[in-house]
């Protein structure tokens, strides 16, 4: 049971979002809502531009402002937080910078892994002669046993992401990143899923990197995200681009270039900021940031993930497949249902899980087909009658299908 003054914390908190009005909406993985807050601000900013041109000091001090509460929502310091427009451009601004010699190797874990999170390692093995330890994962996790087996003398970096985007189970960050000190590797991680869900210290977890984009947890907009390297690891970094915001300039405006050639780089992770930034993305993220910390991101966690359970466990009641089974202990606020992991990215040739969906969605259910499964997540304006609705709904489909056991 709920204490009294958390469930009315989170019944405001839901009462800002407009879709939770049209929607059973349990689709954050793929993107989260917008508030009323962040609609407000984000037409605030759109009425300025239309009716002022916009003010470009101000828009620089909320790309700070967003810079400052990713850097807070996380645990690190302002200066190891660049902004960037996505989760790729992260990763890859991490790779490419890195002093790889010929033969070292990165290890990763392609099976659960996102593209973005795959792609550039490839690509970095191509350009620069590196090795892309490949392993396989095992019951759609990450398998520490095998990965522990795999780094050697030559692992320059391990990535993962913090929970897969299906099917959606939490990677043991802080064993991960034990084994990568005692290796001298670095602990790479894909939070595109987690960071505003889940609480998150990177001091806590000892990661060294951290790739996130804001339209899903951060409930903000896509084209922003953000990019966290630890001080010590972003000083030996060398920015493959580089732009005025990613040097330290000879005096305080970006146009004061002083002796070109001299340039040195940015402090910490600032060096990889390139241009303008995304601001109406900042002022959007900004926005969505005060209104979760408000609610406070262990609180946050825990309501989620207490949703996501009881969700599963009346999936699995019903006679559905609840991939990991109902009691996994590493589920976060996903719920994937089907019994395999499958190949297309948004695609299952299961006709249950077809017919499931299709059943969701004629029932106002929000959710997304992910490698095969039907996912369902969660987040802060989601309550319990979300979750009873969606099980009553899969019930109803059970009954009325009576094909179950194929699914
Ligand atoms: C784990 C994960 N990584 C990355 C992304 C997206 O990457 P990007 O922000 O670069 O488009 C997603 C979803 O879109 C994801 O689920």
Redesign the pocket.
């Known amino acids: 049971m709920m204490a009294t003054s958390t469930a009315q914390t989170f019944r405001t908190f839901r009462e800002q979002y407009q879709g939770t009005k049209n929607w059973v909406y349990m689709d954050a ?2 993107r989260g809502l917008l508030s009323n807050g962040v609609r407000d601000a984000l037409v605030q900013y759109v009425d300025h531009r239309a009716n002022n041109g916009g003010d470009k000091d101000w828009m620089f001090s909320m790309a700070e402002v967003a810079r400052q509460r990713f850097a807070s929502l996380i645990g690190a310091d302002v200066d190891e937080v660049s902004l960037t427009k ?4 992260g990763i890859n601004a991490f790779a490419f910078s890195l002093p790889w010699c010929e033969g070292d190797n990165v290890v990763v874990c392609p099976d659960i ?2 593209p ?2 795959i792609f550039p390692w490839y690509h970095l093995a191509r350009q620069k002669g590196i090795e892309v330890k490949a392993i396989s994962a095992e019951d759609g996790r990450v398998p520490l046993e095998k990965l522990a087996g795999t780094i050697d003398h030559r692992t320059r970096v391990v990535t993962v ?1 913090a929970v ?2 299906a099917p959606g189970f939490r990677a043991p960050l802080r064993e991960l990143s034990k084994l990568c000190r005692a290796h001298n590797a670095l602990l790479l991680v ?1 939070a ?2 987690t960071v505003g869900v889940l609480h998150t210290d990177v001091e806590d977890l000892g990661v060294d990197g951290l790739a996130v ?1 804001t339209q ?1 947890g951060l409930l903000g907009l896509y084209g922003m ?1 953000f990019l966290y390297v630890r001080k010590a690891v972003a000083e030996i970094m060398k920015p493959v681009y580089i732009s005025r915001m990613g040097i330290q300039l000879a005096e305080a405006h970006e146009a004061a270039v002083g002796d070109p050639a001299a340039f040195t780089f940015a402090k910490g992770a600032r060096r990889f900021d390139l241009g303008n930034f995304n601001f109406i993305g900042a002022v959007a993220v900004a926005q969505s940031i005060s209104e979760l910390a408000a609610v406070g991101s262990l609180n946050i966690e825990q309501y989620v993930t207490s949703l996501a359970q009881r969700l599963a466990t009346g999936i699995a009641e019903v006679g559905l497949p609840v991939f990991g089974g109902a009691e996994a202990k590493d589920r976060a606020h996903i719920v994937s249902i089907g019994s395999a992991i499958g190949d297309g990215h948004d695609s299952t040739d299961n006709a249950v899980l077809s017919g499931l969906s299709a059943a969701l969605l004629n029932n106002n259910v929000r959710h997304t087909i992910r490698r095969g499964f039907v996912r369902l997540s969660l987040h802060a304006y989601n309550n319990e009658d979300d979750v009873d609705q969606v099980v009553a709904i899969s019930r109803d489909f059970v009954r009325s299908s009576k094909v179950v056991e194929r699914a």
């Open positions: 993985s793929a996505n989760v790729t451009e892994e996102h973005a999170n992401s897969s985007f894909d595109a899923q984009a899903k995200g």
